[in-house]
């Protein structure tokens, strides 16, 4: 099945910087790869997401960029704010057939912005 | 829309006490899915349903069960509580189809002593 590695577990920047939190994914077939937020005592949150068919996808201070062939996948955040301290969590899956939106997530980031 | 409702918010078991984690979602999604959440360990999918009357078991479902008697309620049911059990459980929902992205309920709180 579908293994995904997320680094760094925890990650500290002062606002104002960008953060960089990286996955990777061992299933060859995955081809749908979200990023979650969770805040403090919430459900986790879509921020992101990316199709194995886009190298790149971009919304206003977050990116998300993926390298098929080494089959990782990066969640970049320009600006960081203080209300960007979340955790963050990427996954992987094989969107339709009978996947049924089973989704492998990573270990999760935490990531502390600090004013 | 209320979205994806998840009761109780905490609880404390003893061990080998049964409970019912409750989920229910308003927006007439197919699929629903009860993931278990440990500190370092992301998320891990315990069941998850496609429909009325069907679910399948996940990464992660001994000691747990559950039931899908309708579109909106996907109850998770612990028979007999176990330390192991301690954690925090989240269930989502999706619609049907293609990279749906999934909605999370914001969680159950559940130490087991």
């Known amino acids: 099945g579908e293994n995904v590695e997320q680094h760094p577990s925890t990650l500290s920047v002062q606002e104002g910087d960008s953060a960089v939190i990286k996955c990777t994914y061992s299933?060859?077939?995955?081809?749908?790869f979200p990023w979650y937020k969770q805040e403090l005592g919430k459900g986790s949150q879509l921020i992101i997401d990316i199709r194995s068919n886009v190298g790149e996808k971009k919304d206003q201070r977050i990116a998300v960029t993926l390298n098929k062939t080494a089959k990782h996948f990066s969640l970049h955040i320009t600006e960081t704010q203080p209300e960007d301290s979340a955790v963050y969590f990427c996954a992987a899956t094989r969107a339709g057939g009978t996947s049924y939106g089973k989704l492998t997530f990573g270990q999760g980031t935490i990531l502390t912005v600090h004013p | 829309n209320a979205g994806v409702t998840q009761t109780p918010k905490f609880r404390i078991l003893k061990i080998g006490q049964s409970m019912t984690l409750q989920c229910t979602q308003d927006m007439n999604h197919n699929y629903m899915y009860w993931y278990r959440q440990d500190p370092g360990m992301g998320l891990k999918l315990i069941y998850y349903?496609?429909?009325?009357?069907?679910?399948d078991k996940g990464e992660v479902p001994n000691g747990y069960n559950v039931s899908r008697s309708t579109t909106e309620d996907f109850p998770l049911r612990l028979e007999l509580a176990a330390p192991s059990q301690t954690s925090v459980y989240f269930c989502?929902?999706?619609?049907?189809?293609?990279?749906?992205?999934?909605?999370f309920g914001d969680g159950t709180r559940l130490s087991i002593l």
């Open positions: 989502a929902s999706r619609l049907q189809g293609g990279d749906q992205p999934q909605h």
């Open positions: 299933d060859s077939a995955s081809n749908y």
């Open positions: 349903s496609v429909g009325a009357g069907i679910t």
